[in-house]
């Protein structure tokens, strides 16, 4: 992967995990089909809990489990449902060989859908490198999280709509 496509566009020290889903939230407004986020982070820092909050703010309202033992969890809207773009939560952790992503079929969700992908270090290679990279630290407290969001020049001018 080029670095120079991944530059930190935000640094943000939330104090908890109300504001973590308020940001997401507001992330995912900004959010439209082909659309790639990655979410690194330790075990316990919050990934799906994020990915949870993107995916009911954009409307889907149904219980949104962690998709670690299944590793894809889809999300379509209604058929007459124009507006909400296809979700696609994708959790790599289980993976053992990067090549099996493709039975995923992981490549349908780039171009037809928002995906968001926990563990895409899993991906190696085959992570499409214009992508946003989210990555969640624990911080000063139990609740506390720090986050970073890089990426290239199309996440640089989206994000700048981003009011945190």
Known sequence: MNANLHMIIKELYLKDLSACRTLAKKLAMLLKTGDIITLDGNLGTGKTEFCRAIIHALGYNEDVPSPTFNLVQVYEPELDDMETPAVWHIDLYRLENEEDVFELGIEDAFDTAVTLIEWPEKM?????????????????????????????????????????
Do not use: C, D
């Open 124 to 164: 190696g290679r085959f992570l499409p490198q214009e992508h946003l990279k989210i990555n969640l630290k624990m911080a000063a407290t139990e609740e506390a999280r720090s986050i970073t969001f890089a990426g290239g020049a199309y996440w640089q001018k989206k994000l700048g709509a981003l009011e945190v």
